[in-house]
Each structure stands twice: as structure tokens, then as C-alpha cells.
């Protein structure tokens, strides 16, 4: 196993072990920033994600949420700024999370770690940004 891959993965531990139930996604986030990951990018449906490390690029394949063909959904912003409320208030997992974002038209999105912020994309290059707040985390 290479060191970016252990250091996220260590990075990844210590965050689920942190990170509080109702908006927790910061402090994931800060603790992955501190461990040296300047960017997560994600696909869907594939959830195939790629972080950007200081020790080097690590790609993970989760389990795709459709296979086959499918039709993409049109980009729906009020319903993916519903499917962010309801999973920043502890109200959705995570994979319930992405299946709503790709519901509401995401195809993939880009977790700046560096400037806080998230880019949310539709297959015809809408989108939708949020910024998310600063946390104090400590090893």
C-alpha cells in the first residue's frame, strides 16, 4: 500500500471517528485537509472518487448506484440544496446522499478542501456552489 493511500485512509478513521452526526461533513473535511488531501473529485452514478493528496493522487470505486442505461436527470437545484439539508442534519447516509444528488441531476462534484467549497455539477455544465463553514479539529 502506497503512503498516500495509508495516510488517507488514516486520515478517513480518525475523521469518521470525530466527525458529529448532524453537520459533521466540516469536520471530515478539516481532517482531511490537515492530512494533506487538497481536493476530492467524485462521479456519479459510477462513485468513483479520486483525492488529491500531497503524497500523491488515490482513486476509490465505491459501488455504482445504477448499472446499465439509464437517463440522467435533469439538474434540479432546489432538490439537490434539499438532499444537502437533509444529510447536513443527520437526517440521510451517505450513500442516501448520493443517490438524491444524482436525482437531482448531479453528475459529479469537486470538494475544494484548500478554499472550503463544493462545486456540484450537471451533465450540461450547470451548477451549483456551496461553501462550508471552518472547524477546529485536533489530533
Known amino acids: 500500500m502506497s503512503k498516500a493511500i495509508e495516510n488517507l485512509m488514516a486520515a478517513q478513521k480518525f475523521a469518521m471517528s470525530i466527525r458529529p ?3 459533521g461533513f466540516p469536520y471530515l473535511a478539516e481532517a482531511l485537509r490537515q492530512a ?3 481536493r476530492n473529485l467524485w462521479q456519479l452514478p459510477s462513485c468513483q472518487s479520486i483525492y488529491l493528496t500531497k503524497e500523491g ?3 476509490s470505486q465505491g459501488t455504482a448506484l445504477l448499472t446499465g442505461h439509464a437517463n440522467v436527470p435533469q439538474f434540479d437545484r432546489e432538490a439537490l440544496i434539499r438532499a444537502l439539508r437533509i444529510d447536513q442534519a443527520g437526517q440521510s447516509t451517505f450513500p442516501e446522499f448520493l443517490r438524491a444528488s444524482w436525482e437531482a441531476g448531479v453528475v459529479s462534484y469537486d470538494v475544494d478542501f484548500e ?4 462545486t456540484y455539477f450537471g451533465v450540461l455544465g ?3 456552489v456551496e461553501d462550508y463553514p471552518s472547524v477546529e479539529v485536533r489530533r
Not at 478554499?115 to 463544493?118: C, E, F, K, T
Open 57 to 59: 493522487p488515490v482513486v
Open 21 to 23: 452526526k448532524v453537520g
Open 126 to 128: 450547470e451548477s451549483y
Open 115 to 118: 478554499q472550503r467549497r463544493v
Open 36 to 38: 494533506g488531501v487538497t
